[in-house]
């Protein structure tokens, strides 16, 4: 069984704002997984720690169960939270595979997305020159990236992708 760490932004937030995402987030992955017969368990952070658990403590709870999963979902707002951001640093460099499920919060976000995440960059810019190359107008051939990009993070298979290590 595959088991994915959902990755996302918890401080700065109100405690329950924050839990009702995570939570969302999480059926969202199981019964997607459950409709394409993928078999997956998920690792929800806010069921890891109590609400005033101090920041520097709870990463430490959750990095050490990141470490045992087999892939982590970012959810959406991770690209400004500290923590997320430090979690998916950890999981590129451990090679835990990474799926994005929700796209940026809106276009303004993108260049955020982009320093945060190279890969989105570089999937944004191969869709963009490609509409350039048919003569698209400038304006929409950017908006049509952007509409790409965004439901490039809506795929719902992503985790099938995943790869089980042959030790287990």
Known sequence: MKNIYICGPVSGRHYKEA???????EE???YAAKNNEVDVSTTNPMRLCLPD???HHAMRICVRELTSCHGIALLQGWEFSKGA????WIARQLQIPVVYIEPP?????????FISASEAFRYYDARL?????RDIDQTIAEER???????RYLDPY????IELPSEE
């Not at 020159?129 to 190359?133: D, L």
């Not at 990236?145 to 439901?151: P, W």
């Open 19 to 25: 839990e009702e995402h995570f939570n969302n987030n």
């Open 28 to 30: 969202r992955i199981l």
């Open 53 to 55: 658990t101090e920041w």
């Open 85 to 88: 951001k430090t979690e998916l």
């Open 105 to 113: 919060a809106g276009p303004e976000d993108l260049s955020e997305v």
């Open 129 to 133: 020159e490609r509409f350039q190359n």
């Open 145 to 151: 990236a952007a509409f790409e990009l965004a439901n």
């Open 158 to 161: 992503g985790f099938e992708y």
